[in-house]
């Protein structure tokens, strides 16, 4: 548990991720740890994989090691899918990288947390910039990635990007046009719901609306 805050990351697992990331990653970077509600989420939330971009994954970096740190544009889907305040969102835009300390990033993801999100990478494999990665790392990873799913269980699992949801489903995946439609994944004998969206980040801002509307979709489907 990281001091004063709700236990947010699932400690047993990062050996692992650290060796998967010293076998696909850069030298030069670390590892990021799935983070945030990791007792049943409604929402579990899988991306590409880390970039020297997120302050946590530098050497020097002794605080949170989570996706997206210092970083500004998923945030902004994170706050129009009301999963974090306005407050939190005004924050994560107005710092500076730098001004993004240790206790600001448990904050936000303390938040997150408590609004019953995980967030994770698929890709545990930190690269200097958002580079294409071979399908073949992201397989690599999927049966981690599967404990992780399995340890948390949560309602309902969303992937982001084509590559994502292709290596973790193990069958092509087209998002748009798979969108809103419900695949089961089995772990360990429990099945959980999976849909696949678009990803919103970079090359793929210019569907952030279509992600949105998505993921409302989803939450709305299984809020019962």
């Known amino acids: 548990m990281l001091e004063g805050n709700m236990d947010i990351q699932i400690e047993r697992l990062k050996k692992n991720i650290d060796k998967l990331q010293k076998t696909h990653g850069h030298p030069d970077y670390t590892a990021l740890y799935g983070t945030g ?30 996706s997206w740190l210092g970083t500004k544009n998923f945030w902004k889907i994170l706050y129009k899918l009301e999963l974090i305040s306005a407050k939190t969102f005004a924050a994560t835009q107005e710092r500076a990288p730098a001004e993004w300390d240790n206790d600001f990033c448990v904050a936000v993801y303390t938040e997150l947390a408590r609004n019953k999100v995980f967030i994770t990478n698929l890709g545990r494999s930190t690269q200097p910039d958002a580079r294409p990665l071979p399908d073949a790392v992201y397989k690599a990873c999927v049966a981690l990635t599967q404990e992780e799913i399995n340890a948390v269980k949560p309602k309902v699992v969303v992937l982001f990007g084509n590559q994502v949801s292709s290596a973790l489903l193990e069958t092509p995946i087209k998002v748009s046009e798979t969108r809103k439609k419900r695949f089961d994944l089995e772990i360990g004998g429990t099945v959980y719901p999976v849909y696949a969206t678009y990803y919103p980040v970079g090359m793929g801002f210019m569907n952030a609306d279509k992600t949105i509307e998505d993921v409302r979709w989803i939450r709305k489907a299984h809020s019962r």
């Open 37 to 66: 509600c990791i007792d049943h989420p409604d929402l579990f939330l899988i991306l590409m994989n880390p970039t020297a971009r997120n302050i946590s994954v530098h050497k020097d970096w002794k605080g949170l090691k989570a």
